[in-house]
């Protein structure tokens, strides 16, 4: 089973937790390997937003993933949110000042609001 749920919402890349505990190794390092791909999948329109509205729990070891997952977004261009951080994590990422790091929200409409419209397609216009 993936760790991660990926789907799009208008033209941003929507990536959610399947598992409430992210706290071991092998879960961790799955997810690592999820997160090397969506860059790509989030390269067309440059928007991609990790929702963490089903994590309650989550390993130290995880904080490196996400941000080696933004400095490869950094890298490609990508414009990368984080939204719906449960207060026990949140307080973590404040503590490492994470939250002058990253982008992030308190839910997914804010998020998805702050990427700005939605482009249209060249072919699409009318």
């Not at 690592?32 to 729990?57: C, D, Q």
């Not at 939250?99 to 409409?109: C, Q, R, S």
Request: proline share 2%.
């Amino acid at each position: 089973m993936n760790a991660l749920e990926i789907t799009e919402v208008n033209d941003v890349v929507v990536v959610s937790f399947n598992h409430s505990k992210v706290l071991d190794e092998a879960t961790i390092r799955q997810i690592g390997e999820e997160f090397s791909t969506l860059t790509l999948e989030a390269a067309a329109e440059r928007k991609l937003l990790l929702n963490f509205s089903n994590v309650a729990f989550m390993a130290s070891a995880m904080i490196g993933k996400i941000l080696v997952l933004n400095k490869q977004c950094k890298k490609d261009r990508v414009d990368l949110k984080l939204c719906s951080i449960c207060p026990n994590i949140m307080e973590v990422f404040n503590l490492m000042k994470l939250n002058k790091v990253l982008k992030i929200y308190d839910n997914a409409e804010q998020a998805l609001e702050a990427f700005g419209p939605t482009r249209k397609s060249w072919f699409h216009r009318s």
